[in-house]
């Protein structure tokens, strides 16, 4: 069956630091990931989208890597803050092609704490 | 501003009494769609919709319905509410080719006694 699996329920670390959080998937050939910020009580917020040909992708302090081998993603915070605690969704559509979202399947996230 | 909004934030109710979760968005995309949030179980689709009048079944249909009469709104029906549906909901929308970039509502947290 489809699984999207991230690797920890609940990631420490301390302000500074690089916090490294992981989607692996099986069964399935997406053309694309998403990555996703959740507050608390609020709804996710897109963060960055890489593509099966892209090898990584960076946005400020935020790196993405894709490999589709391992069918692995990998979600990089350098300089971490306090202010980056919240829990932290891959995402994949399996139905892709269109370029259209139809049935975009979630992670059940990362919790990221960044200690001061 | 471009948004989503849920209505209501909070719901409690009682098991069978019917209820509506309305969802709109402003920024005319085609795409919406309803998810779940429960501890341990993430976000699962309940239901989606291409664009006006088509709609489809996502992994957890059972005991929902929705309708798709405007492209901005996509209300949420339970027509029978049970306990098992207490849970987190979200709408969420995304244009057409933007590869499925979500925009979620605040969402609203159903109890149902």
């Known amino acids: 069956s489809q699984k999207i699996e991230q690797n920890s329920e609940a990631l420490n670390i301390q302000e500074g630091k690089t916090a490294t959080l992981t989607c692996n998937y099986t069964n399935y050939s997406p053309a694309y990931l998403q990555w996703y910020r959740q507050d608390p009580g609020r709804g996710p917020v897109f963060l960055l989208l890489i593509r099966e040909n892209e090898k990584e992708k960076r946005k400020e302090r935020l790196k993405v890597t894709f490999d589709t081998t391992l069918k692995q993603s990998l979600f990089h915070i350098t300089a971490s803050q306090p202010a980056d605690s919240a829990t932290y969704l891959c995402a994949l559509d399996p139905s892709i092609s269109s370029g259209s979202a139809r049935q975009l399947t979630f992670g059940s996230g990362t919790q990221l704490t960044v200690l001061p | 501003e471009a948004q989503v909004t849920q209505n209501p934030r909070y719901l409690i109710t009682v098991t069978g009494k019917k209820l509506t979760v309305t969802c709109s968005q402003n920024?005319?995309?085609?795409?919406m769609s309803w998810y779940r949030q429960d501890p341990g179980l993430g976000l699962r689709q309940i239901y989606y919709?291409?664009?006006?009048?088509?709609?489809d079944k996502g992994d957890v249909p059972e005991g929902y319905k929705v309708s798709r009469k405007e492209k901005r709104n996509f209300p949420l029906i339970l027509e029978s509410p049970s306990p098992n549906q207490t849970s987190l909901y979200f709408c969420?929308?995304?244009?057409?080719?933007?590869?499925?970039?979500?925009?979620f509502g605040s969402g609203t947290q159903l109890s149902v006694l």
């Open positions: 920024m005319n995309h085609e795409y």
């Open positions: 969420a929308s995304s244009q057409q080719g933007s590869l499925g970039k979500l925009f």
């Open positions: 919709s291409m664009n006006v009048e088509v709609t």
